[in-house]
């Protein structure tokens, strides 16, 4: 495994919440009364900055009142592995990337084709707060709270035009400050049917837990896509193609018999190497049963109806 090098990071560009807390306490111990002036300086980190809150926030109707995972596990226990395979190792790693100037090209079949400046991005359609139970196909499972908008806010801008069958996601791939190792066919892709990029719970995902995304959650931009498993979310995404054909995925690519086109969570289809019945929610002992399509059978089986979901895993 590649061990990559995490170097200091600007300050200019992110103030890490220990240091910004900590430089707080500093000063407050210090016993220096600052006028709003003198500390705006230090407090006002820029937008783009880690940590920077999202705001106003709408709540959605379509949250989980479920307990969310600590923002500690959220942040640390990932899976991004341009930065290394281990859990620990977006976090240790991604610090590198560098998510501002950023933009995400969309085009393909549509009938305006454009691209996006992330500060523009940020600001398309209101941000809301969509806390989504996250169950990953190694079998555990988190509760997220997410900042973002439909994807569906964005795609209705560039007018998909009647040919558009599927979605395709492009990730960022830099390699000098990515892993050179053929993990996967790099950059790492993925892709929904159309009728799925536009279901309203699929999820433009900017910020979780109130603030921008952390690096190795998958800054600035993400997908969420709650009834599938986690590596349909791809992170860092550049372009979104729209396409008549079916798009090839990095993991379909990687192991077809393991990781289908769908990937709809079902616990009546089964990894080839291991059960899908059960899931362990990060944070608990016990193990608990995994809901069809995640739990969101409700809004979401429509979309299959007289599908095999067996073939169309
Ligand atoms: N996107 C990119 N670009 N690279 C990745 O390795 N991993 C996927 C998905 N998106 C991945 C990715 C997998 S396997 C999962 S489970 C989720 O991201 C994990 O998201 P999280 O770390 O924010 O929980």
């Given at each position: 495994m590649l061990i990559l090098r995490t170097p200091e990071l600007p300050s200019s560009e992110i103030t890490p919440r220990e240091l910004f807390e900590g430089r707080r306490r500093f000063l407050r111990d210090a016993g220096l009364v600052l006028a709003a002036g003198a500390f705006g300086g230090l407090a006002s980190a820029p937008a783009t900055a880690a940590n920077a809150r999202l705001a106003p926030l709408a709540a959605s109707p379509l949250s989980t009142n479920e307990e969310k995972t600590s923002y500690k596990s959220v942040t640390t226990y990932n899976n991004y592995y341009e930065f290394g395979t281990d859990k620990g190792d977006p976090v240790d790693n991604a610090g590198r990337l560098v998510t501002r100037p950023w933009t995400v090209r969309v085009e393909g079949l549509v009938g305006k084709p454009r691209t996006f400046d992330i500060d523009e991005l940020m600001k398309l359609a209101p941000l809301e707060e969509r806390i989504y139970r996250m169950r990953c196909v190694e079998g555990w499972s988190m509760v997220i709270p997410w900042v973002g908008f439909p994807l569906s806010a964005l795609l209705k801008q560039v007018e998909p035009l009647g040919s558009a069958k599927f979605v395709e996601f492009v990730t960022l791939y830099d390699p000098k400050v990515m892993s050179r190792l053929p993990v996967l066919d790099w950059p790492y892709t993925e892709g929904l049917r159309l009728d799925e990029a536009l279901h309203p719970l699929t999820l433009l995902t900017l910020g979780l837990y109130g603030e921008v995304l952390p690096n190795q959650n998958g800054a600035p931009v993400r997908l969420v896509v709650p009834w599938k498993y986690g590596f349909k979310s791809a992170k860092s995404i550049v372009t979104i193609r729209l396409t008549e054909k079916q798009p090839a995925t990095a993991w379909n690519k990687a192991a077809r018999h393991e990781y289908g086109f769908y990937s709809n969570v079902n616990p009546q289809v089964d990894?080839?190497?291991?059960?899908?019945?059960?899931?362990?929610?990060?944070?608990?002992?016990?193990?608990?049963?995994t809901l069809m399509f995640n739990g969101y059978a409700e809004q979401v089986a429509s979309l299959y109806q007289g599908m095999d979901l067996r073939a169309n895993f």
């Open positions: 990894h080839p190497r291991w059960s899908q019945a059960t899931e362990r929610r990060i944070g608990e002992f016990r193990k608990r049963p």
